[in-house]
């Protein structure tokens, strides 16, 4: 996926998370043209801690076959149907 074929991106975190939001850090990362939208997660008993979901609308050429979704560190355990890579 380039840079420029992200549309949107929404980007959740836990309560947990108090310091900048992600939106921030993207911005400083130099996503300027990029609509972003942060927002904090509810907290819910035994969910996994310190986590940031990012939600990308992207445009993707026809026939490029399915997106895979992907799930770092410990996130991986919320889906086990999925190979991950990393």
Do not use: K
Not at 21 to 36: E, K
Request: charged share 15%; glycine share 8%; hydrophobic share 50%.
């Amino acid at each position: 996926m380039r840079p420029e074929d992200i549309i949107s991106v929404i980007f959740t975190a836990t309560p947990d998370l108090n310091a900048a939001f992600p939106a921030a850090a993207a911005r400083q990362l130099g996503w300027t043209g990029v609509p972003l939208l942060d927002a904090v997660e509810m907290a819910v008993p035994g969910s996994l801690p310190r986590v940031v979901r990012v939600l990308l609308h992207c445009l993707v050429e026809e026939g490029a076959g399915p997106l895979q979704p992907v799930y770092l560190g410990e996130a991986a355990s919320l889906r086990p149907d999925l190979e991950f890579f990393g």
